[in-house]
């Protein structure tokens, strides 16, 4: 079984380098047919040919084929010209809207953990959580510590479409004014927290796991060269095989079941292009999870 388990990889990923080779060639043509049409050495010239770039490297993230574990080095597709590509997935962070969603005690403790780790004192906290609250419901009732409609300043009444919408809320001040405050935040993943690829802070927040546990499942998930994202990495395929990694009893293991899924669908892309000094960014949500991939996010 081992044997025909460690066949089959292999022959995907062969077909992932295959699928990357074509693409690769018809994106060169490409590049090269606008590069001749391009003006050179002027800044407007290089920008342009830096965002086809960034494209170029979106185009082939959104391959289905194409997954957080596909090699993917840095790619020069003309003289000075090229892209890197950056796959990360959305279910390794902290939904805002499905922490919030029923109000359910172990994911409010979760998202106020988080807060707390971020420096917010208990006031800050609780009015945080109550105007985000008094955001998303559909009602103008306000809670204790919470705002609705008043003067200039009304709720959406709506779950989050981004996490830069945070902004809008009255009471986030002490989170959003800090540097890196959207790393661990998302609203596009499935909702729990996908085991596969959260960091050993967001693993933290879950319960019944220790730093220890955590750091010894961590490194037998990142495989033997130790990096997240790579192919060598250990693939879970359910989640009795994370309860027997993370060495938890049936008991402790369905108090995290709600919690936790595996291998989200939900992939950040990013595609970083440049030609010569200049460099254009490409920031795209996608979610993959067979044929054509459901884009939900584009940022340039």
């Known amino acids: 079984m081992k044997t025909l388990l460690i066949h089959q990889r292999g022959s995907a990923l062969l077909l992932v380098l295959w699928a990357l080779l074509l693409l690769s060639a018809a994106t060169f043509g490409w590049v090269a047919w606008v590069q001749m049409r391009l003006l050179t050495g002027g800044e407007e010239s290089r920008a342009m040919e830096a965002r086809v770039m960034a494209r170029s490297g979106i185009t082939l993230g959104l391959h289905p084929l194409v997954t957080r574990l596909t090699p993917l080095p840095p790619e020069e597709l003309a003289s000075g010209a090229g892209y890197e590509l950056r796959i990360r997935s959305?279910?390794?962070?902290?939904?805002?809207?499905?922490?919030?969603?029923?109000?359910?005690?172990?994911?409010?403790?979760?998202?106020?953990?988080?807060?707390?780790?971020?420096?917010?004192?208990?006031?800050?906290?609780?009015?945080?959580?109550?105007?985000?609250?008094?955001?998303?419901?559909?009602?103008?009732?306000?809670?204790?510590?919470?705002?609705?409609?008043?003067?200039?300043?009304?709720?959406?009444?709506?779950?989050?479409?981004?996490?830069?919408?945070?902004?809008?809320?009255?009471?986030?001040?002490?989170?959003?004014?800090?540097?890196?405050?959207?790393?661990?935040?998302?609203?596009?993943?499935?909702?729990?927290?996908?085991?596969?690829?959260?960091?050993?802070?967001?693993?933290?927040?879950?319960?019944?796991?220790?730093?220890?546990?955590?750091?010894?499942?961590?490194?037998?998930?990142?495989?033997?060269?130790?990096?997240?994202?790579?192919?060598?990495?250990?693939?879970?395929?359910?989640?009795?095989?994370?309860?027997?990694a993370l060495a938890l009893s049936p008991a402790q293991f369905e108090q995290l079941r709600p919690l936790v899924s595996l291998n989200d669908p939900t992939l950040e892309i990013r595609s970083i292009g440049h030609s010569g000094g200049t460099t254009r960014t490409i920031a795209v949500v996608a979610r993959k999870a067979g044929g054509k991939p459901q884009v939900l996010s584009w940022n340039e």
Request: proline share 5%; net charge negative.
């Open 90 to 244: 959305e279910g390794g962070k902290l939904n805002i809207n499905w922490l919030l969603q029923g109000e359910e005690p172990m994911k409010m403790t979760i998202f106020k953990q988080w807060l707390e780790r971020r420096g917010l004192d208990f006031q800050q906290r609780e009015t945080l959580v109550d105007c985000l609250l008094d955001y998303i419901d559909a009602d103008n009732v306000k809670r204790l510590n919470g705002a609705e409609d008043e003067g200039d300043y009304h709720p959406a009444n709506r779950q989050l479409r981004s996490v830069e919408e945070l902004r809008q809320v009255r009471g986030t001040g002490p989170l959003t004014s800090q540097p890196g405050w959207r790393d661990d935040l998302t609203v596009y993943s499935l909702g729990p927290i996908d085991l596969t690829s959260a960091s050993p802070e967001v693993l933290e927040l879950l319960p019944g796991l220790g730093h220890s546990r955590i750091q010894q499942f961590i490194d037998l998930r990142r495989g033997p060269d130790g990096l997240d994202g790579t192919a060598d990495d250990r693939v879970f395929t359910d989640l009795a095989a994370v309860q027997q």
